[in-house]
């Protein structure tokens, strides 16, 4: 579609463009004891851009602004899901203590630059779409890790974040130039069909480029080895701000990997066709395995040691995008759809947990196990709701987390035989990280003394729990409309080879 | 030697030194420098790229994204790395260790 035309399928990001705009203007006239309410600017604008993804036609797949963006029901999917962690994340940040003394109006205002950055990601078809939109998500991210600017722990994390971050995507800016040099365009479609017709001797050249980009790609995700900055930026940031980077420019960062590796490594057609196919030389989907493979043991066996839950999560996070990556070498649309299941399911559990850690640091505690001792006994429903939070992330039934991890070992073990060491090695790592998930529920339950006094959480914290702890259970249980909203995104813009 | 692989010749160069000063320098300035240096070496190869492959705009586009982009990044960080400063009185990054190794 010409510019013009795609202005008409382009209104969630218009409106959003807005939001940021009104909300920066609008904190300009708030004083500064009143500049958390620019957070209800951008919950209307949140919610106006989530009417207007709903209201575009789903049956329309194209591309726009001359092939730089997708339009497609696999990127409206994520977009929702982008919306649905920023507006908890809103809603996490009023109950944080941490932010107390500062202004929040630029707060508020960056988180809605990141959705507008992460709703280009998913939709990037074009090379320079794609570094432009990981470059707005990492810019906005650095300056919102290192929000407490008096905090030093908080400084020290922005500080990681923006080193790691600015050096990894120049590495994969590197590898996009060799790959634009190699196929002549930064177009995905020209660039699959460049490599169609690539000479053998080429291959090494790709191999490299593929390499660096996986570097920009991998940190994104927090994939190891590009892991270095998670668990200090995870635990310097403002838990609201790490719970939200766990979260939802994760699942942007999935949404391009599978979209940039199934455009341009495989034929393109591979979501209708269960089956293994690439006709690249390329030992692409081995290179996912094995970085699947070392991401979920590096995670699991570093958590393990951790004292502090917010760095222990950190590592958690990591561990589950090592279990995503899993579904990738399969290559096929079970694999993606798992992905697609597993990321709402994560989203749930993952913020639910951070809340909880929010909560309990806000009411005078900590985030070591010490300060969680006796949680259970001194505010039960907090306790209890961790409990299942911790139960969810360790994949144990009746919880989201099972639905989750089953969706995506069942993909793996049907792509056949040649994948079922990664189904294993899978297996083993949920067995390790039952054994730090457990010890959170141990400490509350089975540790410190029991006081008398119960403290019961004021009403809006009890509604937040709530609406992230009842889905945890009830997707475990009746995930069908889940399971229905993702078939129903699985149709991807692609160009058959 | 043909022009097309000098100009890529020193880009690999470029790229190969900005990553040898990230990752010897301890100092948060100097650590931004490689990474200025490896932002433009990517640069170097998109518009040898682009004069010598045929594909003239694009390339040329892309680079000057990527300036736009790395002045954006340079901005922020010097400002995080100006805040270090004053937290801290430093800006060895090795001498920022408040957060569990």
Known sequence: MNNLQSLSLYWPELILTVTVLVTIIADLFYSAKESGKTALWVLGGLVLTYLAIRLQDSTIVTTLFMENLAFDPYASFFKTLIILATVFVIFISQRTSELDGYRTGEYYALLAIMVFGMFLMVSAIDLIMVYLAIEIVSISSFILAGYLRNDLRSNEASLKYVI?????SGIMLFGLSIVFGLAGSTK?????????NLEGSADFAFTLATIFILAGFGYKISAVPFHFWTPDVYEGSPTSITAYLSVAPKAAGFALIIRFFNQVFGDGASFMDPSLTTYTELPWPQLLAVLAVITMTLGNLVAMQQNNIKRMLAYSSIAHAGYMLMALPTLSSQGVYAVMIYLVMYLFMNLGAFFVVIYVKSQGGGETFDDFSGLGWKIPIVGIVMTIFMISLTGIPPTAGFIGKFYIFAAVINSGPQLYWLAIVGGINSVIS?????????????????????IVPPFAVLLILMALAIPTVIFGIYWVPIANWVSKSLVLFTQVI | MDSLNTYLFIAAILFSLGLFGVITRRNGVAVLMGIELILNAANLNFLAF?????????????????????AAEAAVALAI?????NNFRTINIDDVRELQQ
């Open chain 2, 50 to 70: 682009a004069k010598y492959g045929g594909m003239n705009i694009v390339g040329h586009i892309f680079a000057l994204f990527v300036i736009i982009m790395a």
């Open chain 2, 81 to 85: 790395i100006i805040n270090i400063y």
């Open chain 1, 164 to 168: 790691y971050g600015a050096f990894s």
């Open chain 1, 434 to 454: 039952l054994y730090y998930y457990m010890r959170v529920v141990k400490v509350m339950f089975f540790e410190g003394k029991s006081s008398e006094s119960v």
């Open chain 1, 188 to 196: 995905f479609f020209a660039i699959q069909e460049a490599m169609w």
